[in-house]
């Protein structure tokens, strides 16, 4: 089991335009200092028809079709850019929340 998550991208990777679901999610991962592994698993397009290839092993690992689709240590699955952008903010929240309790601990 890889320690850091897993992010299932299609082939536009982190180019494309700013929206681009695949780009953004990797941009709110890297300004919150997650480490992840990416694997590119298909030809996505958000006009199905234009979709290629087969995601048969995208489903296999994942249980879902979906691109964005994120993958935690713990086998959990997030799809949709929407809930990994929220899962990204969880995290860095409680990142806050423990360094703010650290500093005030060692403050008393
Ligand atoms: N609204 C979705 C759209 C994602 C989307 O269009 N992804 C493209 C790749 S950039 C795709 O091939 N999606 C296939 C799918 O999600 O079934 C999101 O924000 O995650």
Redesign the pocket.
Same mark, same amino acid.
């Given at each position: 089991m890889s320690e850091h998550p897993t992010l299932f991208?299609?082939h536009?990777d982190d180019g494309?335009p700013p929206f681009?679901?695949?780009r953004?999610?990797q941009e709110a991962l890297r300004a919150a200092g997650i480490e992840y592994r990416k694997v590119i698993a298909? !030809?996505?397009?958000? +006009?199905?028809f234009l979709?290629r290839g087969s995601?048969d092993e995208l489903f296999k690992a994942t249980g879902?079709?979906?691109?964005?689709?994120l993958k935690l240590p713990d086998g959990t699955v997030i799809? !949709?850019?929407?809930? +990994?952008l929220a899962w990204v903010r969880d995290q860095s929240e409680r990142e806050d929340a423990l360094r703010r309790r650290e500093a005030s601990l060692l403050k008393n």
């Open positions: 991208v299609c536009g494309g681009h679901p695949c953004r999610v298909a !030809h996505g397009s958000p +006009i199905p979709r995601r879902t079709k979906k691109l964005p689709t799809s !949709h850019s929407r809930a +990994i």
